[in-house]
C-alpha cells in the first residue's frame, strides 16, 4: 500500500519478515490500555516515534523483533508498551513464580532508567518492577523479588546471583528483552546471557535492541530469536 511505503520512507524505517503489520500513526492506533495511553499523553508526546510506530505493531503480534535505532529514539518504550500487554494476557502470579517479563542491559544506571520509565508509564500499582544490579546490597532486592514482580531489569551478572542462590527462577519468562545488545557484548556479558536464556522457555518472545548491528550482535540474534521481524531506523547498515 502506497500510503504505508511513503510513510516509511519519510520516517527512514526499513523493514524485514514476513508479513510486517503496517505501522500505527497515532498512540490511540496502537491498542494499550486506556491508563497506558493517558501517561503518554500526559508526558506531552505527540507522536510515536519511527521505532515505536514500526515496531509495536509488530512486537504486538507476538513475534520475535530485532528493533535497530540510534540512542535517543525511544526503544524502551517501543518494548515496554507491549510488555505490559502480554503481562494482562498472563494469569495471575502466583506466590514464588518468578518474573513474566525479564529485560536484560548492560548497567546499572541503564536498568534503573528502564525501570522508572516503567513506573511511569506502566502505573506501579497495576504492574509491579524490579530492578536487580551489581554494586548494591542484596537484601532489598531479594525482598523485592519474594513479593512477586511481573517485570525484572537487570544486569547479566547478579541476576545469575540471584538465579544461583534461588532468590528467583525465569520458569514464567515469556517475554524477554535484550536491551543495548551491542554494549552488552562489548562489555563481555555473552556468557551470563547464554547462562541466564538457556533458562527461559524457548517458546518465548524475545526482542533484541540495539544502536549498531556488529556481526557479534547477528550472531547472538541468530542464536536467540526465531524467524524474527527486523525494524531499522535510519541507515540500513548500522
Ligand atoms: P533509546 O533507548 O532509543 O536510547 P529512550 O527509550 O531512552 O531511547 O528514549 C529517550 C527519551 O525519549 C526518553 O526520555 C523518553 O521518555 C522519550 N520518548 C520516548 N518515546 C517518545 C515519543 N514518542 N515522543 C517523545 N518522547 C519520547
Ligand atoms: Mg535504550
Same mark, same amino acid.
Given at each position: 500500500?502506497?500510503?504505508?511505503?511513503?510513510?516509511?520512507?519519510?520516517?527512514?524505517?526499513?523493514?524485514?519478515?514476513?508479513?510486517?503489520?503496517?505501522?500505527?500513526?497515532?498512540?490511540?492506533?496502537?491498542?494499550?490500555?486506556?491508563?497506558?495511553?493517558?501517561?503518554?499523553?500526559?508526558?506531552?508526546? @505527540?507522536?510515536?516515534?519511527?521505532?515505536?510506530?514500526?515496531?509495536?505493531?509488530?512486537?504486538?503480534?507476538?513475534?520475535?523483533?530485532? !528493533?535497530?535505532?540510534?540512542?535517543?529514539?525511544?526503544?524502551?518504550?517501543?518494548?515496554?508498551?507491549?510488555?505490559?500487554?502480554?503481562?494482562?494476557?498472563?494469569?495471575?502470579?502466583?506466590? !514464588?513464580?518468578?518474573?513474566?517479563?525479564?529485560?536484560?542491559?548492560?548497567?546499572?544506571?541503564?536498568?534503573?532508567?528502564?525501570?522508572?520509565? *516503567?513506573?511511569?508509564?506502566?502505573?506501579?500499582?497495576?504492574?509491579?518492577? @524490579? *530492578?536487580?544490579?551489581?554494586?548494591?546490597?542484596?537484601?532489598?532486592?531479594?525482598?523485592?523479588?519474594? @513479593?512477586?514482580?511481573?517485570?525484572?531489569?537487570?544486569?547479566?551478572?547478579?541476576?545469575?546471583?540471584?538465579?544461583?542462590?534461588? *532468590?528467583?527462577?525465569? /520458569?514464567?519468562?515469556?517475554?524477554?528483552?535484550?536491551?543495548?545488545?551491542?554494549?552488552?557484548?562489548?562489555? %563481555?556479558?555473552?556468557?551470563?546471557?547464554?547462562?541466564?536464556?538457556?533458562?527461559?522457555?524457548?517458546?518465548?518472545?524475545?526482542?533484541?535492541?540495539?544502536?549498531?548491528?556488529?556481526?557479534?550482535? /547477528?550472531?547472538?540474534?541468530?542464536?536467540?530469536?526465531?524467524?524474527?521481524?527486523?525494524?531499522?531506523? %535510519?541507515?540500513?547498515?548500522?
Amino acid at each position: 500500500n502506497e500510503e504505508i511505503e511513503e510513510y516509511r520512507k519519510k520516517k527512514n524505517i526499513h523493514i524485514s519478515g514476513d508479513g510486517v503489520p503496517k505501522p500505527v500513526y497515532t498512540f490511540e492506533e496502537a491498542s494499550f490500555p486506556s491508563y497506558v495511553l493517558s501517561e503518554v499523553l500526559k508526558a506531552g508526546f @505527540t507522536e510515536p516515534s519511527p521505532i515505536q510506530s514500526q515496531g509495536w505493531p509488530m512486537a504486538l503480534m507476538g513475534r520475535d523483533l530485532i !528493533g535497530l535505532a540510534e540512542t535517543g529514539s525511544g526503544k524502551t518504550l517501543a518494548y515496554l508498551l507491549p510488555a505490559i500487554v502480554h503481562i494482562n494476557a498472563q494469569p495471575y502470579l502466583e506466590p !514464588g513464580d518468578g518474573p513474566i517479563v525479564l529485560a536484560l542491559a548492560p548497567t546499572r544506571e541503564l536498568a534503573v532508567q528502564i525501570q522508572q520509565e *516503567c513506573a511511569r508509564f506502566g502505573m506501579s500499582s497495576k504492574i509491579k518492577s @524490579t *530492578c536487580i544490579y551489581g554494586g548494591a546490597p542484596k537484601g532489598p532486592q531479594i525482598r523485592d523479588l519474594r @513479593t512477586g514482580v511481573e517485570i525484572v531489569i537487570a544486569t547479566p551478572g547478579r541476576l545469575i546471583d540471584m538465579l544461583d542462590s534461588r *532468590c528467583t527462577n525465569l /520458569k514464567r519468562v515469556t517475554y524477554l528483552v535484550l536491551d543495548e545488545a551491542d554494549r552488552m557484548l562489548d562489555m %563481555g556479558f555473552e556468557p551470563q546471557i547464554k547462562a541466564i536464556v538457556s533458562q527461559i522457555r524457548p517458546d518465548r518472545q524475545t526482542l533484541l535492541w540495539s544502536a549498531t548491528w556488529p556481526n557479534e550482535v /547477528k550472531a547472538i540474534a541468530a542464536a536467540f530469536l526465531k524467524d524474527p521481524y527486523q525494524v531499522t531506523i %535510519g541507515s540500513q547498515d548500522l
